[in-house]
Nanobody
Framework: QLQLVESGGGLVQPGGSLRLSCAAS????????IGWFRQAPGKEREGVSC????????DYADSVKGRFTISRDNAKNTVYLQMNSLKPEDTAVYYC???????????????WGQGTQVTVSS
């Protein structure tokens, strides 16, 4: 069974940090670009960050540049999203997805995780 499983979400105070993980089972992530997306209540899902299959190319939404860092460890079949200086507006369900290209276009992604909740609140 092909699965992506996100973990690492939770409740954090503004200014705090979290590291999200996206682990694959049933397939290898080596040949996949990975994207992180998020959906806040009442809003459409948006692209947050992505990383190419090689790891040499990354991209970030303007809203998270300088605060979030995406990385991958192919040996562990896992992709990470380090989130620093978190703000209340980062509150959302975060999803990872595997696909053919590092892009914010959801159509390029074939496999999706179930999501992990991130809440930034004092």
């Amino acid at each position: 069974q092909l699965q992506l499983v996100e973990s690492g979400g939770g409740l954090v105070q503004p200014g705090g940090s979290l590291r999200l993980s996206c682990a694959a089972s049933g397939f290898t992530l080596d040949y996949n670009a990975i994207g992180w997306f998020r959906q806040a209540p009442g809003k459409e899902r948006e692209g947050v960050s992505c990383i190419s299959s090689s790891g040499r190319s990354t991209d970030y939404a303007d809203s998270v540049k300088g605060r979030f860092t995406i990385s991958r460890d192919n040996a562990k079949n896992t992709v990470y999203l380090q989130m620093n200086s978190l703000k209340p507006e980062d509150t959302a369900v975060y999803y990872c997805a595997a696909g053919g290209d590092c892009t914010s276009d959801e159509a390029w992604y074939d496999y999706w995780g179930q999501g992990t909740q991130v809440t930034v609140s004092s």
